[in-house]
């Protein structure tokens, strides 16, 4: 694989700039952890699903409140129809009605709970955009690590055919060995150094998609404080099973969602009952002052909000059957995760039961038959294609074991919540 000028370009500048700021500040060092916390309080989608919580609990305090009485208020004088010998003297008439709205218990008992379960919604939601970017950290930064190791090794095997290219070009000037060797030599490493030099630059991909997804928070020169060889820790499959039913953000926001339709259904249904508002006039003349009280009722006898009604439920016969299929697919979500688990884990223990250090003995070998002159140098960079090929076969095995990990604790929502202030 060839690299172009401008991949060699870029990465120089980017070696540059790198090196400048470790030179300009102590290198910071972070556990998966606190990666999880500088993200869940950097990240601007976070932020915004918690100013959605923020709201919801505005509506409730709107869901709430009473309904304002109205006020009526009108004067204006006597007009004369007849004489003043007649009639007498004109006068001012003034009016001021009071109407206040008694609104229904149940109605307003109903729209508060729906009001409610909307909070339970939203927070619901905050746990789940939460939950999905602690696990995308856990992953990045895991990638980071796995990037890192790839680099070194291709780094390795660059300094290990580099050093044979000079033992042939030695040989070659002594006359013991041909010239073609030598050139089969130098092809395989520039081979090698184009693959070393790729992997760098995915090693600053990587470390810029980390530094994304905590806004800019982390400082450039950061490193990560962990191993693809940490141990997992997970609980008994039962336990996992059950916790990710109960817990999982997106179950338990189609839950809220369900009960704030049902309510909603209670909302409409309620609405059918008569609506009454309490009346009170106070009435002045010349001659006269009078206090009237009233009521104003408004009854459904031709439209009894059948079509809301049915909205309602079928909306909520809906955001039912999301739930159900939404709580299935979770659970195989999560068997495959554990499927995936468990692949990793029989793929790690096999790489490190001693097919590693056998093909590490192989080299070995065959670089001193090498030398000696017993094997070809063709044979030799078949075993190190073969270790190299093991060896990234063995990183991505563990890479794939933590992301696996990440996945489950993603649909258990399992992330430092109490680092994250609220």
């Known amino acids: 694989m060839r690299i172009s000028p401008f991949w060699y370009s870029l990465l120089g500048i980017s070696f540059i700039f790198t090196s400048l700021s470790v030179f300009a500040q102590p290198t910071a060092k972070f556990t998966i952890e606190e990666l999880q916390r500088l993200g869940l309080q950097a990240n601007g989608l976070v932020q915004a699903a918690r100013s959605q919580i923020e709201m919801a609990k505005a509506g409730v305090v709107a869901a709430s409140a009473f309904l304002n009485p109205e006020v009526t208020v009108t004067a204006g004088p006597d007009s004369n129809r007849y004489s003043l010998a007649v009639t007498g003297p004109t006068s001012m008439q003034r009016s001021v009605t009071v109407s206040q709205p008694i609104e229904n218990p149940f109605m307003r008992s109903a729209r508060i709970n729906a009001s409610e379960a909307a909070v339970d919604a939203s927070r619901a939601s905050y746990d789940q955009v939460r939950a999905d970017l602690a696990a995308q950290l856990r992953i990045r930064a895991f990638e980071l690590l796995l990037r890192q190791e790839q680099a070194e090794m291709e780094q390795g095997i660059y300094e290990?055919?580099?050093?044979?290219?000079?033992?042939?070009?030695?040989?070659?000037?002594?006359?013991?060995?041909?010239?073609?060797?030598?050139?089969?030599?130098e092809t395989e490493v520039q081979s090698a150094l184009n693959r070393a030099q790729a992997a760098q630059l995915t090693v600053q991909r990587a470390r810029l998609a980390l530094m994304q997804l905590t806004a800019g928070a982390m400082p450039v020169n950061f490193e990560i404080n962990a191993s693809l060889k940490d141990p997992v820790q997970l609980p008994p499959l039962e336990v996992l099973r059950q916790e990710v039913s109960a817990v999982n953000p997106d179950v338990l926001r189609l839950q809220a969602e369900q009960e704030r339709a049902n309510e909603r259904i209670k909302q409409e249904k309620a609405a059918v009952l008569p609506q009454i508002n309490v009346l009170y006039t106070n009435y002045q003349d010349a001659q006269f002052t009078s206090n009237i009280a009233g009521a104003n009722v408004r009854i459904p006898i031709f439209y009894r909000r059948r079509g809301e009604i049915d909205t309602a439920i079928y909306d909520s016969a809906r955001i039912r059957e999301t739930l159900e299929f939404r709580r299935y697919e979770i659970s195989q979500l999560f068997e495959s995760a554990w499927q995936a688990l468990q692949i990793a884990q029989r793929r790690v223990d096999m790489f490190?039961?001693?097919?590693?250090?056998?093909?590490?003995?192989?080299?070995?070998?065959?670089?001193?038959?090498?030398?000696?002159?017993?094997?070809?140098?063709?044979?030799?960079?078949?075993?190190?294609?073969?270790?190299?090929?093991?060896?990234?076969?063995?990183?991505q095995a563990r890479f794939d074991l933590q992301a696996a990990v990440a996945e489950i604790d993603r649909l258990r929502a399992h992330y430092p919540k109490e680092l994250v202030v609220e």
């Open 352 to 395: 490190e039961g001693g097919l590693i250090k056998e093909a590490e003995n192989a080299v070995q070998v065959a670089q001193a038959a090498y030398r000696f002159g017993e094997r070809s140098l063709f044979e030799f960079l078949d075993t190190q294609r073969i270790l190299r090929g093991i060896l990234g076969d063995s990183l």
């Open 160 to 185: 290990l055919v580099e050093d044979v290219r000079r033992r042939i070009a030695i040989n070659v000037e002594r006359g013991e060995v041909a010239r073609f060797e030598l050139i089969r030599a």
